[in-house]
Structures are given as C-alpha cells and as structure tokens.
C-alpha cells in the first residue's frame, strides 16, 4: 500500500466517523433533552424528569392525529402492496411494449415535490366535490406510499424466478393462488422493506397533507408542527422520541427478519 | 402464449388508472390552469411572476440553497461511501444503522432537531462556550448556512446509499492495473476511481437537489418566513394568502424544475451507461 492509498483510507474513514456522528446527532440530542425538568432547551439538562412525557400525553387532540396517522399508513400501505403487486407482475412478466415507462412513471411521485402534489389534489377534489377530509387524506397518501412499494417490488421480481409459478400451476393450482402461495412468501424481504418504507413516509408526510386536512382531521406532522408554533416546549422532544422509538422497534423488526444490508439495497 | 402475456399486462391497469387519476391528472390540471384566465391561453402570471424582483430572489434562493445543500452532502458522502465498503461486522452495522434510522425518522422530527441544536441558548451555542471558541452565542438560528447544514443532514442518506452501492461493486483491481501501468494516485482518482462511481454520484445528487429544491418543513422551522424558498411562497400563497392564480404558477415552476432535474439525470445516466 502506498502513501497516497494510506491517506485516502484515513480521509476516508475520518469523514465516514464524522458522517456517522452528523447523521446521529439530531437523534440523539432530541432524546437527551426529552428527559430534561427544566422548560428550556439546555445542555447537558439541569435536572433529569420524566414529566415532559407526561405533558406531552395530555395535550390535547394528540391520540386523535397519532389514530389517524396510524390508520392512514397502515391502509395506504395495504392498498398500496395490492396495487403494486399487480402492476409489478404485469412489468416483469407482461411482453407490451413500454414497459420501463411504467416502471418510471410508477416511481416518480417520489422525485416530485411534495407540496405541488398536494395543491393539485386540493384543486383537483375540490373540482370534482370530494370535501371528505379522511379519503381525500387516504387517497393522497396511496400516491405517497405506492411509489415505495413499486420501487422495491419491480426491483424483487426482476429477479424473482417465474419458472416456479409455473411448476405450482402444473400441481393444480390457479394463478391467483401460486401467486399468493409461492410469490409473495418468497418475496417476503422486499414486501416487508416496502412496506416498510411506506409506512414510515406515510407517517412522516406534511405536504401533501397539510392541503388536505380540515380542522377535525389533522394528521400527527401537522399537528407537531401546529403545537410547535403555539407551545414549543420540550413536550415536543418527547413527542419526537417517541416516535424514534416506533422507528428503532420498526427497523429492529426489520432488521431481524430482512437484514440491514439488504433493506437499504430496496 | 402471447395471449397469456399480454393479457398479464391488464395487471398494471389498477395501478396506472389509479396514478393517471390522482396524481398525473391534477398535475397537468395545474399546468393547465396556470396558462388559462377568462380570456384563454395567457402567460400573464408568469410575467407577473418574473417581473418582481422578490420572486426572482426566491427562485435564485431556493436554487442556491438546494445546489450548495447537494454538495455539502456529496462532500460527506463520498468518502464516507468508500470507508463503509471497507467496513465489515460491527463497524458495516453501525453505518447502516446510522443512515436508515434517520431515514425512517420524520422531517418534522429532524428539523426540530436542528432548531433545538442551532438555538441561540441552545445546544451548540453551549458546546462552542464550553470549549471557549467562542464568548457570546453566534447566531445560527435563521441563517442560511444553518440551513443547508440541516438540509444536507436530512438528505445525506439519500447520496450515500447511492454511491456505496456503486463503490461495493467496483473492481478493486482496476486502479491496481493502473498504478501497475506507472499511473500517479490523482490521475488514478480521476481518471479511474472518480468515472466508474459517476452513476451513484448522479443519481445520489439527483435525488437530494429535487428533495432539497422543494423542502418546506426544514427551511419553515431553521430560517422561518422571512427567508422563503419557492415551497413557501406555495404555501403561502394558498394557506394565507388565498391567492390560488400565483400559488399554481410558482407550482408550475417548482414541477418544472423538478421534471428537468429527473430528465437530466436520466440523460446523465445513459450517457455514463453508454460510455462504459
């Protein structure tokens, strides 16, 4: 190894140290002011309590935005896996022309901003006479989570051997059921990091809701960022490692069943 | 046979009328009505939008911002993605773990983050005192520097993930062939190491300028309103303003951007490809 190759290793890793402590940092100095007793945000805290939990339970209208959040990811998510499932089958196996125009225009909500989403189905509804807030919301966010699903999906059966569906329909069953017998538990890795992934940016998304909202129906960004202007004491730390936590238990599961390595490559 | 396949096709109509319904259809109703007053086919909101001087500061803004954010992230991402392709056991777990927890981590939880850290009585306000860098608090807080920290912070997995999965599979032997061939280490770099992870720098860098370039939680909470980048004069403009005419041009514009932005690396990257 010569002396420029042992530089660029030690740069290399320098900055990959530092990358890991930037990457870190908002992490864990939200957790560590969470526990504080003081109503300031200090550090080190000047006392150590657990009462911003408390206040962070019992402000009002919270459960009703974390219910909703829950409910909206969680069948966005399932619309979402069915929708993509299909639609991957049909780019991995069809043979029409177009195919990778598909599989792009599938993808690219992901690569558009957010808030123009969100002004276009706000115009849109509202042209058509949708004022419901909650299928508006759901609507919008099968837009957000379906992408994810995609990604992960087309890039699982292109690799995925179709030649087994047909040994399960030579042994008598119908297409339908090979595919839910003998596809989807294959695939099982890539079902569970899209479906992960979409859940959490389901959870996560203001833009597109924040148009799409009305007063009773506020999803839990839009009310954090809401009890931010009025209060923005360190309840909101508190709220905020909570939701670390559903993210540590999420990728912990995830890490488990799929592994790290292969999550990220989805 | 054929049949089969084709009619496998039919698969992918649930999903594409769902998208062309709610997500292509109001898109280009948008476009639409940006171009259309009583009279008809009109640019006059986008005259309007270009003669004032402010919105044009907007647009330089919101451009400087998501550029600069981008490369403060490739500069993080680059080596670090070279130093995780070494990295085996414990160390590869703690890399990963340090880029998908904050990637399933919300926005909104990020950039509180930041707010609480870049606070004048805040935390690295009380780090910098404590090493005695500096006497009284810098401000940090509302400026634009804060901001792309923060921006490049949240974004910074996105342009890792990319290039570490391009430098994994790169062939190790090919810049030993070259030092062996009497190559100097920088001509190396540039000439072999830097043109093989062109890809994951493109598509990395793609993915954090569209992200940055429409960011509006993370500058609402680091800069406020009264540095607006082109995702807040959006909200603005519908939320506060009720002005509809001027929120749907600037979305227009910011739609227009992002489009270029994922053609031209689309482009890049055939280019790359076909070069190969």
Excluded at chain 2, 64 to 74: D, G, I, N, P, S
Aim: proline share 5%.
């Amino acid at each position: 190894m010569t002396r420029a190759d042992r530089f660029a290793l030690g740069l290399s890793w320098t900055v990959g140290l530092a990358c890991i402590t930037f990457l870190m940092l908002p992490i864990v100095i939200t957790v560590v002011v969470s526990f504080t007793d003081s109503p300031v945000y200090t550090l080190p805290p000047p006392g150590w309590s657990f009462k911003w939990y408390a206040e962070a339970a019992t402000r009002q209208g919270l459960w009703d935005a974390v219910l909703l959040s829950l409910n909206l990811a969680l069948v966005s998510t399932a619309i979402s896996l069915v929708l993509g499932t299909l639609a991957a089958i049909a780019v991995a196996r069809g043979s029409f022309p177009g195919r990778e125009a598909i599989a792009t225009f599938a993808v690219s909500p992901l690569m558009m901003p957010g808030l123009v989403v969100g002004v276009a189905l706000l115009q849109f509804f509202r042209d058509l006479g949708l004022r419901d807030a909650y299928w508006s919301l759901l609507l919008g966010h099968v837009v957000i989570t379906l992408p994810f699903v995609m990604r992960t999906l087309l890039a699982a059966m292109n690799a995925f051997d179709f030649s087994l569906i047909d040994a399960a329909r030579t042994l008598g069953l119908s297409y339908p059921k090979s595919i839910l017998k003998v596809m989807i538990p294959n695939l099982a890795p890539a079902y569970l990091t899209g479906g992960l992934f979409a859940f959490l940016a389901s959870m996560d998304n203001y833009p597109i809701s924040i148009f799409l909202t009305d007063a009773r129906n506020k999803t839990l960004p839009i009310k954090m960022l809401q009890y931010l202007e009025e209060q923005p004491d360190p309840s909101l730390a508190a709220m905020s490692s909570g939701l670390i936590l559903l993210a540590v238990i999420v990728l912990a599961f995830g890490a488990r069943t799929v592994g790290l390595n292969r999550m990220i490559q989805g | 046979m054929t049949g089969r396949l084709d009619r496998i096709g039919l698969l992918a109509v649930p999903a594409l009328g769902f998208l062309a319904a709610i997500y292509a259809l109001p898109l280009a109703m948008l476009l639409a009505k940006s171009v259309q007053t009583a009279e008809g086919f009109s640019l006059a909101e986008y005259r309007a939008f270009f003669a004032d001087d402010y919105n044009i500061r907007v647009l330089a803004r919101t451009l400087r911002v998501a550029a600069l954010t981008t490369l403060l992230a490739f500069v993080i991402a680059y080596p670090t993605a070279f130093a995780m392709s070494r990295a085996k056991g414990i160390w590869l777990t703690v890399f990963l773990v340090a880029l998908v927890l904050p990637m399933s981590l919300g926005v909104v939880v990020k950039a509180f983050a930041w707010s609480i850290l870049f606070r004048a009585n805040g935390v690295l306000n009380s780090i910098l005192m404590g090493i005695g860098m500096t006497e009284r608090p810098v401000r940090m807080l509302f400026t634009e520097t804060a901001l792309i920290v923060g921006a490049a912070n949240v974004f910074l997995p996105f342009m890792v993930l990319p290039i570490y999965s391009v430098v994994r599979q790169l062939d190790t032997r090919l810049p030993e062939a070259a030092a062996s061939l009497g190559a100097t280490p920088w001509f190396r770099f540039t000439r072999v190491t830097l043109p093989l992870t062109l890809p994951g720098v493109v598509a990395g860098s793609a993915f954090v300028f569209s992200m940055s370039v429409s960011m509006y939680v993370i500058p609402s909470l680091i800069v406020g309103e009264r540095q607006q980048n082109l995702s807040m004069l959006i909200a603005r403009s519908f939320l506060y303003l009720r002005n509809e005419a001027l929120g749907s041009t600037i979305a227009a514009i910011l739609l227009a951007i992002a489009i270029a932005v994922v053609l031209l690396s689309g482009w890049l990257a055939t280019r790359l490809g076909a070069r190969r």
